[in-house]
Every structure is written in C-alpha cells, then in structure tokens.
C-alpha cells in the first residue's frame, strides 16, 4: 500500500479525474472530502462489506423455503383468530 | 423465450424482455449482471430474484415498503443517471430478505435497496448512506412475535 504524508487542506489525485482532499482533523478522526466521477461509486468500507455479508447470507439455500412461508401464513391466520 | 434452471422454481421459460440488467452485479456477486423476478406464492407479497447465469444464486425479496411503512430515502443523482430514471412511477423498489427459521424472524435489508427502472429493465442495489437503516431489520417487528424487552 502507497503510504503517503498530507496535511489539513492537502490533496491527494488519483488518475486523471479523483481528487481526495484532507478537508479537517480532530484527535483520531479525519474529514475526507472526494471529488470523483460519478460512475465511481464511494462507501465507508465497512458498509460495503456488511452489505457485501448480508447479500451472501440472503442468497444461502433455504431449506424449504415454500414450507416456511405457507407455515408463517398459517401462524398469522391464527393470531387473528386469537385478537377475536 | 429461453429455459432457465433455477434455485426454487425448477426449470421455468422466461422471454428476454423479464430480464433485469444490474451492470455493475451486485455487491458480493460482482459477475451477476441478468435476473429475473419470479413470484413465490401467488399473493404477490414475496418474489425470488434469481440469476440468470447461476442457478445457486437467488434472493427472496419482497416490496419494503409493505411491511415498514415510514421507510423513505433519496434516490441521489448518480444513481438516477446510471438507470436512466426519468419519472419515480418507473421506478421498483424491493429489499432483500435474509430468511430465517421460523420465518417470523426473517429480517430485511433496508441499507441496500434494489432498484429497478421498469422503463428500461436497468437496475442496481444502492447503498444508502443513512444510518437509520441497516442490514438486519425484523421483518415483523411490529407483529405477534415481537421480542420481549
């Protein structure tokens, strides 16, 4: 990894069109603003890969799945019955 | 018409025209760019996006805004160029469920909507920059088998 020394106000380019600027810095934390395409898309990484994990875990093999949902349609017929 | 094996529906024929072009995959499956949404039961409620290149790889999803009513975000600009968005009525907006067993503990990701622009079959998981919304929102937390606190 490239490691590189920037001051508050100091920029950073990367190719021909994303700037990544130093924009302020308080104690342990760090303001990043990013000037980039927008076909370049940008997330806390740590989001992405949470969304990366529950896309994973949604598209594991449901063990009968139909059974679940006709299951779950019967229980909230009864709770139905139940509020009466 | 083409015959597609799928995870649980068998074999089924889809016309090229239900295909759902996601151009950049999705997040985790970065290589699968064509889906179709098939119907799970015939209430409407809960669809299956399956791929159309891996068979293995499908999601149950279902209309967010069904089951939590006050959920709302931007669509922001980027987004809205990529799937060539011209009008919110052309627009499809599902959450990804991750089932679980009972499935009154299935939870839904409201981080990351798909979405689709029925105009032109473009589509894309956005992620939402919102921290009122994660990936794991009980899909029935209103209903009979809310936690006990």
Same mark, same amino acid.
């Given at each position: 990894?490239?490691?590189l020394?920037?001051k508050k106000?100091e920029?950073i380019?990367?190719g021909d069109d994303?700037e990544i600027?130093?924009?302020?810095i308080?104690?342990?934390q760090?303001?990043?603003g990013?000037n ?8 806390r990484?740590e ?11 949604a598209?594991?093999?449901i063990?009968g799945?139909?059974?679940?949902l ?5 229980d909230?017929?009864?709770e139905?019955k139940?509020?009466? | ?7 649980y529906?068998?074999e089924v ?6 295909i759902?072009?996601f151009?950049?995959?999705? *997040?985790g499956f970065?290589d699968e760019?064509?889906?179709?949404? $098939? *119907?799970?039961l015939?209430?409407?409620?809960y669809m299956?996006?399956?791929?159309t290149?891996?068979p293995y790889v &499908? ?9 939590f ?7 922001d600009d980027a987004? $809205?160029e990529?799937?060539?968005?011209e ?5 499809r907006?599902?959450?990804i469920l991750t089932?679980?067993?009972?499935f009154s503990?299935t939870? &839904?990701?409201?981080?990351? *909507? $798909?979405i689709m622009?029925?105009?032109?079959h473009k589509?894309?998981?956005l992620i939402?920059n919102?921290?009122h ?5 009980p899909?029935f937390?209103?209903? *009979?088998?809310k936690?006990k606190?």
């Open positions: 990894m490239l490691i020394s920037r106000g920029s380019q990367i994303i600027t130093i924009a302020a308080h104690g342990d760090v303001k990043i990013i980039a395409p927008k076909h370049v898309e940008i997330h990484k989001v992405y890969l949470d969304i990366q994990e529950e896309n994973a875990n598209a594991k093999n063990e799945l139909l059974h679940l006709a299951q779950s349609k019967k909230s017929g009864s139905k139940n509020d009466g | 018409m083409m015959k597609l094996q799928t995870k529906h068998g024929e889809i016309e090229d025209a239900a759902w072009h151009e950049g995959g999705i *997040p970065p760019k064509s889906f179709v949404l $098939l *119907p799970l015939d209430d409407g409620i299956v996006l399956q791929s290149a891996s &499908a999601f149950v999803v279902t209309s967010p805004f069904l089951f009513r006050d959920y709302e975000f931007n669509i987004t $809205l990529q799937l060539s968005i009008k919110e009525e052309d627009v907006v599902y959450a089932v679980r067993d009972p503990e939870t &839904a990701n409201l981080q990351a *909507p $798909l622009n029925e105009k032109n589509a894309k998981q939402l919102d921290r919304y994660h990936t794991r929102h899909l937390a209103d209903g *009979p088998d936690e606190g």
